[in-house]
């Protein structure tokens, strides 16, 4: 409706508010209930309460509640998702789930950088080589966003990383002081 392509919602073929709405059957692989369960417990009740909500807004600013949705997967108040995190994901955190990764506790590259400047107290070279590698596996941010931290380009952080890696593999004493980096932020089950 906004650009022109309907004159009325119910119109839009591609659109699910006639199944939401009760003025089609819902196809069977899209389930209403949840949805519908927020507006009334019967559904003839729900579905009118819901299309007045809908038309209700229609040509009218307004926030979208998903602009306060938690890593795509909760919506609800912050102290909400603080229980959550902490009652169940915390602690079980892995990086190969994309939505739990906005759960993960990270450390700040400031934070990164202060440790290994202390662990590399001697060595200035190996410090900013080593808060580029960790940075760039643990801090959640993007290449561009370590580029401008570190003065390179965002294709010279992965190069480094990547070299910094091999370097570990074969240089125990190194491996180790990093290590005890990844132990004060318990970056071992990341």
Known sequence: M???????????????????????KSPEWQKTG?????????????????????????????????????ATSILERAAFVEEITTSYIQGKEDGNIPALRHFISRPTPEEIMKETKAEFADDERQARRASIHLCHKYSGMRL???????????????????????????????????????????????
């Open 34 to 70: 949840f949805i519908l369960g927020c507006f009334a417990k019967k559904t003839v009740d729900a579905n009118k309460k819901y299309r007045t909500f809908v038309e209700d807004r229609l040509g009218k600013e307004y926030e979208s509640p998903l602009t306060r949705a938690i």
């Open 144 to 190: 561009w966003e370590i580029g401008e931290r570190f003065n390179v380009r965002d294709t010279a952080i992965s190069e480094a990383s990547r070299r910094f890696a091999r370097e570990l593999e074969m240089d125990g004493k190194l491996r180790g002081m990093v290590e005890r980096i990844k132990g004060k932020f318990k970056l071992w089950r990341m």
């Open 2 to 24: 906004r650009v022109g392509i309907v004159e009325r919602l119910e119109q839009y073929r591609r659109s699910s508010y006639t199944s939401y709405t009760g003025q089609s």
